[in-house]
């Protein structure tokens, strides 16, 4: 039975209206999905108010897991209850400075919105120079996309990054500056083939699935779709890392539970 093991990511998600129901988590699923894409994983996800004391347990928690990488989003703009910043340095023990390159980075970002007519004209107001007051000896990250810099903290062996919460700000530093820093070669990529049945009940399939997962290194998640004119629709992922499998290796294995699957005539499968 496979215990995949991969670069542990924790999520922490920072937001009233997150939890208000007003705001949709897109952050979340965006996060897991660009993750997945590269072969990563999140282990573990949080979503917390804008509340210091939320904010610090929540890092706290994944600080004290196994984590390599702790991605906050959400808290980083000009406005006073954007607060992830100052609630990271209380909860690190680490001091709050202005971060010259930060701040370079908000008056070239407001620069380029005066020259594109967005706005006429700006001053480094304390709301704006709020956005580059960084825990000391962190990394600003560029955003392209809006104002406030992304943020990397080295913490003990973790790596903290705090995002913005504007969903294409979020992704656009998450793709550009968080990835290219991820140290590829301590990846075991987990790679995932998607089979499409028709015909068949999940508990039919549970006694299958196991005999498969005891006997190959594999993980194979089921998840049902429904029933449409009589017909179960199950959606089954079969996970594993790909330096363990060549590909005619798992094409074989899939093609045997394939077969194992095949228990009525009636039973369809797409791979």
Same mark, same amino acid.
């Given at each position: 039975?496979?215990?995949l093991?991969?670069?542990?990511?924790?999520?922490?998600?920072?937001?009233?209206?997150?939890?208000?129901?007003?705001?949709?988590?897109?952050?979340?699923?965006?996060?897991?999905?660009?993750?997945?894409d590269?072969?990563?994983?999140?282990?573990r996800?949080?979503?917390?108010?804008?509340?210091?004391?939320?904010?610090?347990?929540?890092?706290?928690?994944?600080?004290?897991?196994?984590?390599?990488?702790?991605?906050?989003?959400?808290?980083?703009?000009?406005t006073?209850?954007?607060?992830?910043?100052?609630?990271?340095?209380s909860?690190?023990?680490?001091?709050?400075?202005?971060?010259?390159?930060?701040?370079?980075? !908000?008056?070239?970002?407001?620069? #380029?919105? $005066?020259?594109?007519? *967005?706005?006429?004209?700006?001053? =480094? &107001?304390? @709301?704006?120079?709020?956005?580059?007051?960084?825990?000391?000896?962190?990394?600003?990250?560029?955003?392209?996309?809006?104002?406030?810099?992304?943020?990397?903290?080295?913490?003990?062996?973790?790596?903290?990054?705090?995002?913005?919460?504007?969903?294409?700000e979020?992704?656009?530093?998450?793709?550009?500056?968080?990835?290219?820093? !991820?140290?590829?070669?301590?990846? #075991?990529? $987990?790679?995932?083939? *998607?089979?499409?049945?028709?015909? =068949? &009940?999940? @508990?039919?399939?549970?006694?299958?699935?196991?005999?498969?997962?005891?006997?190959?290194?594999?993980?194979?998640?089921?998840?049902?779709?429904?029933?449409?004119?009589?017909?179960?629709?199950?959606?089954?992922?079969?996970?594993?890392?790909?330096?363990?499998?060549?590909?005619?290796?798992?094409?074989?294995?899939?093609?045997?539970? !394939?077969?194992?699957?095949?228990?009525?005539?009636?039973?369809?499968?797409?791979?």
């Amino acid at each position: 039975m496979c215990n995949l093991i991969f670069m542990k990511f924790h999520i922490i998600s920072v937001g009233n209206e997150l939890l208000s129901g007003r705001t949709l988590n897109t952050n979340l699923q965006t996060i897991c999905n660009k993750l997945a894409d590269i072969g990563c994983t999140v282990s573990r996800s949080y979503i917390v108010r804008d509340n210091c004391d939320e904010i610090s347990w929540a890092l706290n928690q994944a600080i004290s897991a196994d984590s390599d990488w702790i991605v906050l989003s959400g808290g980083l703009g000009p406005t006073y209850d954007d607060m992830t910043l100052s609630c990271t340095a209380s909860t690190l023990n680490l001091p709050l400075e202005l971060n010259e390159i930060a701040l370079e980075m !908000i008056i070239q970002r407001y620069t #380029d919105l $005066v020259s594109q007519n *967005v706005i006429d004209s700006f001053s =480094i &107001t304390d @709301s704006r120079k709020k956005m580059a007051i960084l825990p000391k000896n962190s990394t600003p990250l560029n955003n392209d996309v809006g104002t406030a810099p992304g943020v990397l903290i080295k913490y003990e062996n973790k790596n903290i990054v705090c995002l913005p919460g504007v969903p294409k700000e979020m992704e656009n530093i998450l793709i550009h500056e968080v990835f290219p820093l !991820i140290d590829y070669d301590k990846v #075991d990529k $987990v790679t995932s083939k *998607v089979l499409y049945i028709d015909g =068949i &009940t999940e @508990s039919e399939l549970a006694p299958i699935i196991y005999e498969f997962v005891s006997t190959n290194d594999l993980y194979i998640k089921s998840h049902p779709q429904g029933i449409t004119d009589g017909i179960y629709h199950i959606e089954l992922v079969v996970s594993y890392q790909s330096k363990k499998f060549s590909e005619s290796t798992i094409n074989s294995i899939i093609e045997k539970l !394939i077969s194992s699957i095949k228990i009525h005539d009636n039973i369809r499968v797409k791979y």
